[in-house]
């Protein structure tokens, strides 16, 4: 569960432990002052392991790449490289928190097999 007052314009990433797999969220809030949220491994470069994001300013970097994706762009922008979204669909939002399903988490599961290694 993410607590929605904790997130800034300053991207926090939770670490979450699926069947022996590590996964990284992460959640920024967006200058619109909604709170994005993401995987922490880019859609293109996942499999080699350095498919993650560093923030630099207003801007995710890709560690493998080095693709700048906005923060603002975050949960909106989809295909290529950048952060896999984690859309409405996918998760409980309300004024306080966001909570993203043990069953959604585990079908990612499979982006996150060489992640930061």
């Known amino acids: 569960m993410i607590q929605t007052g904790d997130i800034t314009e300053k991207a926090k990433f939770y670490t979450v432990e699926i069947d022996g797999t590590r996964l990284e969220v992460l959640a920024v809030r967006a200058s619109d002052n909604t709170v994005r949220t993401a995987f922490n491994t880019c859609q293109v470069c996942y499999s080699s392991g350095r498919g993650y994001y560093v923030q630099e300013g207003n801007f995710l970097v890709c560690q493998n790449c080095g693709n700048r994706f906005g923060t603002d762009d975050v949960e909106v922008t989809r295909g290529g490289c ?9 998760k409980t939002v309300t004024e306080t928190t966001i909570t993203i399903s043990k069953e959604f988490l585990s079908k990612a599961k499979a982006i996150f097999a060489n992640w930061k290694r």
């Open 82 to 90: 950048n952060p896999v979204p984690i859309t409405e669909e996918n």
